[in-house]
């Protein structure tokens, strides 16, 4: 049989379960004397085996087998759970990681001894081989339920807190601290940030380790007050899951294809409509509105096809914060939030390698050890947050630490000796921080002693971001911590644009950062530090003229022109051009920049009538 | 004997409140603190049943006065004041080691609701 055409699902399913075993190790770090998370690692190494065997991988079939092995004594208690055994699996996952992906490859290295017998010297334990039942193979056991009648059991717990209780979130906290009294308290759903800000309805869910019976609990639980119910069931959520349809796999070739198509499809479309509404010609008409239906019909089922929750590329940072909390001698707790939000796959794929860089800043620079930590009155675990949110046509992903903070003080007398910031400048403001951080190589030429070195990674980042239409922010306060703020668009390829018009050539802006439009009204103008601002509804924004920009000759159009108000965060821009022509969804061409071509150049694209038109970019406007 | 408190508020107004409800209720206020720094004095010396802590003070905030007295005293009683829209920092003392919160403006129902929770 041939199996060189299995090689690519070998591979592809190997991913995918060795990806799961890194999550499954986290957990049952978290929570030694967690029963399921030893169950799925079993599972899925066990699967890996199998399938490495049946390739004939030989090197992977014997590292995962040894690694079973290994599993099987733990979860049947012949050997300790101990932070060096840990080790050794996350050892033996990465390990394998490596040797699946040269397996894939076609190659089959020899097989790892060094690990394999540390792996075996683990599984025998200290103690020497315990007596081992000789009924079925591992693969057919389950975990033991044999327990010690006074043996803490995990049990589920869903609190119902009262629903018109008062700022129910710190009630279950209240009942939150009751629980960590009777016993260990692991899988808090939703997480306490969301439960601060009361975005749950009342009901939360955690794990309870505990010798006590359920009845005692709960009457325990309840004595807190303002609780409806405690009950001891997985909630319905948990045991129903998402609702999941039947899925195939598409190479992503295929679908970038798809989408370079739809796109040409799109501008042929706008052509069509723009010629028939010439034409007049009601049979044509119609005929190209229905056209418009169906391309527009079939544009949102290919971007949605795209679409990729960010927990995909989220699921490799707890490993990561956990690697790096080890490596500096540091606690930290990391969290996330929000990954079941989508972005275009494409934006997905450039955007792990900035979290990476902001996440490690976070973890190295930003929290600090315990003892420092704990000399600022703050608790001795630090806090990293990496977050998702949907902010109209942007995702917003933020890191967030709850460590020293950016020293501006320190940052500015640097970026002063290098030339960086005026003199004059007395404070940094979030805008300018970033800027600072971002220019390259800012804090690896000298780190003055005791400045956090911030900045290794913010260009990187700032770069990567920008090439993706998306801006990076940052907020900070000395000793409370930093927040770093990615903001990419959903998605790449198409977008709907706003087209204006400056010195008889077209510009597109996309709509995703159009605030609003407003009437260029010379009472309005006044001045913001030596700047045009333009005075609107009481907000003065600064203001920036199209026709200056692109150093357009013709004469300037009547005094009342109409004016774009751009907005990226917080930030706005009203950008006065000469006209606006419409809306219009345009296709993003791929665009090799000229040298020298003006940085508020996002791209290029076609219009509906043809003629090409450079793209605006909102963030380099402001 | 009656159960005795120390009532912890920069604004006049909120102790006079707070003492007329635990007063009326048989509680004896044993001592009043206008800022955190005095409330973990107070304490140590008072060693009140009962402690009624603003989280927004002068010279060291509530929650920091959580901490403090929780460190000489793991099994201090005591229940936060706090007003509408304070929730993350609620939480945050109760982390610290408060034992209940209630919300202004009081109902003084919902006080001694909240007094007899902690006490219990």
């Keep these: 049989m041939d199996l060189s055409k299995y090689a690519a699902l070998f591979l592809a399913e190997s991913r995918e379960h060795l990806s799961a075993c890194n999550g499954s190790l986290l957990e049952w770090e978290r929570d030694p004397a967690a029963l399921e998370p030893v169950g799925r690692l079993f599972r899925a190494i066990h699967t890996i085996k199998g399938m490495a065997a049946t390739m004939g991988y030989a090197a992977v079939a014997q590292l995962a087998h040894a690694t ?98 008062i700022m129910r979130g710190a009630r279950a906290a209240l009942v939150l601290r009751r629980a960590e009294a009777l016993g260990v308290v692991s899988g808090l759903r939703p997480p306490l940030s969301q439960l601060e800000r009361d975005e749950f309805d009342g009901r939360f869910f955690f794990r309870l380790q505990t010798k006590l019976p359920d009845a005692e609990v709960g009457a325990a639980l309840a004595v807190v007050g303002d609780v409806d119910a405690v009950q001891f069931e997985e909630s319905a959520a948990e045991s129903n899951g998402t609702s999941r349809g039947r899925q195939i796999r598409v190479d992503l070739r295929r679908l970038d294809a798809l989408m370079k198509q739809v796109g040409e499809l799109v501008v042929a479309k706008n052509r069509l409509v723009a010629l028939s509404s010439e034409a007049s010609d009601p049979t044509l008409t119609e005929l190209s ?29 707890p490993r990561l914060v956990r690697d790096l909390s080890r490596d500096l001698k540091k606690r930290i707790r990391f969290d996330m939030e929000g990954e079941e939000i989508e972005l275009d796959r494409s934006i997905l794929d450039e955007i792990g390698d900035p979290l990476l ?18 000399a600022a009155g703050k608790p001795a675990e630090g806090r990293i947050l990496l977050s998702a949110t949907r902010e109209r046509n942007t995702v917003a992903l933020r890191v967030t630490d709850d460590g020293r903070g950016i020293d501006r003080a320190s940052i500015l007398a640097k970026a002063r000796r290098e030339g960086a910031a005026p003199d004059k400048l007395d404070a940094l403001t979030d805008d300018l921080l970033v800027r600072v951080l971002a220019r390259p190589g800012f804090s690896t030429a000298q780190t003055v002693s005791g400045v956090s070195g911030r900045g290794v990674g913010v260009d990187v980042a700032m770069t990567r971001v920008r090439a993706l239409g998306g801006t990076l922010e940052v907020r900070s306060e000395l000793g409370r911590g930093s927040t770093f703020l990615i903001r990419v668009p959903l998605t790449l390829a198409i977008v709907r644009a706003l087209l204006t018009e400056a010195g008889g050539e077209r510009y597109a802006v996309p709509l995703a950062y159009v605030a609003e439009t407003v009437e260029f009204d010379q009472r309005a103008v006044t001045a913001v530090r030596d700047r045009e601002a333009l005075v609107v509804r009481e907000q003065v924004i ?40 419409g809306q219009q969804d345009i296709v993003v061409e791929p665009f090799d920049a000229p040298r020298g071509l003006p940085p508020f150049v996002g791209g290029a694209t076609i219009l509906a009538d043809g003629a090409p038109a450079l793209i605006l970019d909102a963030a380099a406007l402001l | 004997m009656n159960q005795t408190v120390l009532v912890c508020d920069d604004a006049i107004f909120m102790r006079t409140m707070i003492s007329d409800i635990l007063s009326q209720a048989g509680f004896e206020i044993v001592g ?28 060291m905030g ?11 005293d793991p099994e201090a009683r005591i229940l936060m004041c706090s007003a509408m829209g304070q929730q993350a920092l609620v939480v945050e003392a109760i982390q610290a080691g408060a034992k209940d919160f209630v919300v202004k403006p009081f109902q003084p129902s919902r006080v001694l609701e909240a007094v007899q929770r902690v006490l219990a």
């Design chain 1, 68 to 165: 079973e092995n290994l599993l099987d004594a733990l979860r049947h208690g012949r050997v300790l759970t101990t932070p060096d055994v840990f080790q050794l699996l996350f050892r033996a996952v990465d390990r394998l990681g490596g040797m699946v992906e040269v397996a894939g490859d076609g190659k089959d290295e020899d097989p790892d001894t060094g690990l394999i017998a540390e792996l075996d010297a683990a599984a025998v334990g200290p103690q020497g081989p315990a007596p081992q039942t000789t009924s079925a193979g591992p693969a057919a056991e389950e975990p033991r339920s044999r327990r010690a009648s006074d043996a803490p059991r995990i049990r589920p717990v869903q609190v119902v807190i009262r629903p018109n209780a």
């Design chain 2, 32 to 59: 009043e603190a206008e800022s955190g720094v005095q409330a973990v004095e107070k304490y140590k010396v008072l060693k009140p049943d009962l402690v009624t802590m603003d989280i927004v003070m002068p010279d």
């Design chain 1, 357 to 374: 860089h902001l996440i490690r800043n976070a973890a190295d620079h930003g929290v600090e050890p315990p003892e420092q930590r704990a």
């Design chain 1, 542 to 581: 600064p203001t920036v003229h199209l026709r200056e920009l692109v150093a357009a000759r013709s004469q300037p159009p009547a005094a009342k022109r109409p004016t774009v108000i751009l907005e990226v965060g917080e930030r706005r821009t009203a950008l006065v051009v000469d006209a606006l022509v």
């Design chain 2, 62 to 72: 509530g929650i920091e006065a959580v901490r403090e007295i929780c460190k000489g």
């Design chain 1, 289 to 317: 509105e229905r056209i418009s239906r169906l391309v527009s019909a079939m544009q949102g089922e290919v971007i949605a096809a795209r679409m990729t929750p960010v927990g995909e590329v989220f699921e490799r940072f």
